[in-house]
């Protein structure tokens, strides 16, 4: 399968190379450049597979530059990391199917896409001869996820910058107790943005950015969505009538494997878009109106995004393909913070997605209702999903709502809805007397760009 730009200045390279390219060179996200139709024969074959041979089925159609061994034995290392036979399992809880993307080694689904990615680039940069040091910043999740999916690997190394004393207890643990030597946590005397800055301006210095072979696995990388397909593909094939998915929304990359899964399947109906109160992508499902915000900080941090970094990839199908309009409505709304859409298109987008938002105190509320009525404890971000659920709900259609984080990663929120923190999994206490490594720095770009120069690999 070959892959292509949203804006048009990239088409025909293989997986390896968009993999690689992360962000395409012009600027645009790239996607395959035909969504693979699968035929029912082979969607009843699958429905026997275990989720590690599922995945291979699925990712082998989108990497088949890969040698078949190699991607098998990357898939499956990547799932051994999790702590469920199943890798994702699906609960009935009350009228809703919660499926708990949270068995990963930092108890988020963030792990399904980032182990995955970390193995897939060790092999390629073994096959490339070449190396690359990763540099994030994080105010949560995506930083422990990013180091679990590096640490250890060979030819890369990990940089991720975080707010010193602002990140939630749990995440800081996760970040700063990991032994490996590839691990750098530096934390930085200042805010996530702050982080953010500095971040931007290594990138910036391109000199720098080459000689030290830097790179980023945010949500634009195409193998993360593809790992993410994955347990839509896996939540269908449990019904045999077609479903719901419910899914609490940041940046819209995990909804949006949800919309490759339902093209290639047709066994999905909907995807309900949840989101809190930063509800841009709520205002454009609902009426069209995609305009940025400011961002509100929220008991569900993860889903704290205005802009959505993976909404041009759904651009690009909402308007036809057409790579001219996508790069001319991204320009438009860089300039003006806004995008309107015509009746016509928003009938499409119907045709996808339904959508609603909870608010904080719904988001507590639903915690608190769903414990006393089935006895299960739900995150912040999930309670978000399964509060809209429940208000969308109809009964025609098994929904499932994604569990996108463990609820003991949440404790204060939790126990603010229900009186009590969640019972702690091992994957936490395990890292509770362990020692923290970390540096702090200045918020200062020399002085972290020295602190890279003298650990790169
Ligand atoms: C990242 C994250 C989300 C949002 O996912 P997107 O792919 O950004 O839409 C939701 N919940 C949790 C727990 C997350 O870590």
């Not at 998915?245 to 093209?263: D, E, L």
């Not at 057409?322 to 001319?328: L, R, T």
Request: hydrophobic residues 40%; proline residues 5%.
């Amino acid at each position: 399968m070959k892959y292509k730009s949203t804006r048009g200045g990239v088409a025909g390279i293989d997986f390896s190379q968009a993999v690689l390219m992360g962000l395409a060179t012009d600027g645009g996200l790239l996607l395959p450049e035909e969504i693979p139709k699968v035929s029912k024969e082979v969607l009843e074959r699958w429905r026997e597979l275990s989720y590690v041979d599922l995945a291979y089925e699925v990712m082998s159609i989108f990497a088949d530059d890969i040698p078949a061994e190699v991607l098998r034995e990357i898939v499956e290392r990547s799932y051994s990391t999790f702590s469920h036979p199943d890798v994702v399992p699906l609960v009935k809880k009350g009228k809703l199917y919660i499926m708990e993307l949270f068995y990963g080694p930092t108890l988020a689904f963030k792990d399904v896409a980032l182990q995955f990615l970390g193995n897939l680039f060790e092999y390629l940069l073994q096959q490339n001869n070449s190396k690359l040091n990763i540099l994030g910043a994080t105010s949560g999740d995506t930083g422990s996820a990013a180091i679990y999916g590096v640490k250890g690997r060979k030819n890369m190394a990990i940089f991720i910058l975080h707010p010193h004393n602002r990140v939630s207890p749990v995440q800081q643990m996760q970040m700063t107790t990991v032994e490996d030597p590839n691990v750098f946590n530096i934390a930085i005397e200042g805010t996530f943005d702050d982080c953010q800055y500095i971040v931007k301006s290594v990138f910036g210095d391109l000199d720098f950015k080459q000689r030290y072979a830097l790179g980023a696995v945010n949500s634009i990388n195409w193998a993360r969505v593809l790992a993410q397909v994955v347990y839509y593909v896996w939540a269908a094939l449990k019904f045999d009538m077609p479903i719901r998915v419910c899914v609490p929304t940041g940046n819209f990359g995990n909804i949006f494997a949800g919309y490759i899964a339902k093209r290639m399947t047709g066994l999905i109906d909907k995807l309900i878009l949840a989101t809190n109160e930063n509800d841009i992508l709520y205002r454009f499902v609902t009426k069209g109106d995609y305009s940025v915000g400011k961002v509100v900080p929220t008991i569900s941090p993860s889903m704290d995004i205005q802009v959505a970094s993976n909404f041009e990839r759904y651009l690009y199908y909402l308007y036809g393909e057409d790579p001219q309009k996508v790069a001319s409505a991204m320009e438009e709304f860089r300039k003006t913070g806004s995008l309107s859409f015509s009746s016509e298109e928003m009938r499409k987008v119907e045709k996808d997605f339904i959508s609603g938002f909870a608010t904080q105190k719904e988001t507590l509320e639903t915690i608190k209702r769903f414990y006393q009525e089935t006895g299960y404890v739900l995150d912040p971000h999930t309670a978000v999903g399964v509060k809209v659920a429940l208000e969308l709900f109809d009964e025609r259609y098994p929904t499932v709502c994604l569990a996108t984080a463990h609820p003991a990663k949440f404790p204060e929120a939790v126990r603010r809805a229900i009186g009590r923190e969640p019972d702690k999994p091992e994957a936490i206490r395990a890292l509770e007397g362990k020692k923290r490594r970390f540096v702090v720095l200045p918020a200062d770009v020399k002085e972290v760009k020295d602190y890279i120069a003298q650990h790169a690999i």
